[in-house]
């Protein structure tokens, strides 16, 4: 069974030659791990709006939908749509890298989470995540900038366009795990706010002119 999980593996590999993008998972997860144990927050962020936002368990589960995005939605435009794979790849990666960058030369931290005193099982979680999840290295927000990453892609698709179902569900889920982060005391308004310029600033210069004419982002739109 491995064995041909395998060879279906470097057969897709072989068709989409571009899926090799996908590596970049091995880079991410090895430095997100590596700037969690080696940096120390130097900068505390903070801002009277988060004082304002009070912690709410159920967003647990948007927050947790997260990690399927993060992974499944590369996958999907893989298998579906070439260009669409590569803007996504562009902005996505593009955007944890700056944030790498930014943790590393101005390693920022939080000082927002209180105890958790619920006694349900979403409460039980929160507290779990608390001890795996430190608050360092949280501005800007990857939590954000990658889903919003994803929804700019998805209003932008050319396959997508008359899926305004699939589209909406996007954008609600999008703007949910946004809101998660703050309101489980994951990020400051300020962490949000720069994870949703990074994915801006870089989704305009994937969709610019000059991209669509000259870069290989824009090859082709087709189910390849």
């Given at each position: 069974?491995?064995?041909?999980?395998?060879?279906?593996?470097?057969?897709?590999?072989?068709?989409?030659?571009?899926?090799?993008?996908?590596?970049?998972?091995?880079?991410?997860?090895?430095?997100?791990?590596?700037?969690?144990?080696?940096?120390?927050?130097?900068?505390?962020?903070?801002?009277?709006?988060?004082?304002?936002?009070?912690?709410?368990?159920?967003?647990?589960?948007?927050?947790?939908?997260?990690?399927?995005?993060?992974?499944?939605?590369?996958?999907?435009?893989?298998?579906?749509?070439?260009?669409?794979?590569?803007?996504?790849?562009?902005?996505?990666?593009?955007?944890?890298?700056?944030c790498?960058?930014?943790?590393?030369?101005?390693p920022?931290?939080?000082?927002?989470?209180?105890?958790?005193?619920?006694?349900?099982?979403?409460c039980?979680?929160?507290?779990?995540?608390?001890?795996?999840?430190?608050?360092?290295?949280?501005?800007?927000?990857?939590?954000?900038?990658?889903?919003?990453?994803?929804?700019?892609?998805?209003?932008?698709?050319?396959?997508?366009?008359?899926?305004?179902?699939?589209?909406?569900?996007?954008?609600?889920?999008?703007?949910?795990?946004?809101?998660?982060?703050?309101?489980?005391?994951?990020?400051?308004v300020?962490?949000?706010?720069?994870?949703?310029?990074l994915?801006?600033?870089?989704?305009?210069?994937a969709?610019?002119?000059?991209?669509?004419?000259?870069?290989?982002?824009?090859?082709?739109?087709?189910?390849?």
């Amino acid at each position: 069974m491995i064995g041909r999980a395998a060879d279906r593996l470097k057969a897709l590999v072989r068709e989409k030659p571009h899926s090799k993008f996908l590596l970049y998972y091995v880079f991410y997860l090895i430095t997100f791990f590596t700037l969690e144990r080696v940096t120390k927050p130097k900068y505390i962020l903070h801002c009277a709006l988060d004082d304002m936002i009070p912690f709410c368990e159920w967003f647990l589960i948007p927050y947790a939908l997260w990690f399927l995005i993060l992974f499944g939605a590369p996958v999907y435009f893989l298998l579906t749509d070439r260009r669409d794979f590569l803007k996504l790849c562009f902005i996505m990666f593009n955007g944890m890298t700056f944030c790498f960058l930014v943790y590393l030369i101005a390693p920022n931290g939080l000082n927002l989470r209180t105890e958790v005193t619920g006694d349900n099982l979403l409460c039980e979680i929160a507290r779990l995540l608390y001890t795996v999840d430190t608050p360092t290295n949280v501005c800007p927000s990857i939590h954000v900038a990658s889903s919003v990453a994803v929804d700019l892609v998805v209003q932008r698709s050319r396959r997508l366009k008359k899926r305004y179902g699939f589209r909406t569900a996007s954008f609600l889920l999008m703007g949910s795990i946004t809101l998660s982060t703050m309101f489980l005391k994951q990020h400051s308004v300020i962490d949000v706010v720069c994870g949703i310029a990074l994915s801006l600033v870089l989704c305009a210069v994937a969709y610019s002119p000059w991209m669509e004419r000259h870069s290989p982002l824009s090859a082709g739109s087709t189910v390849r």
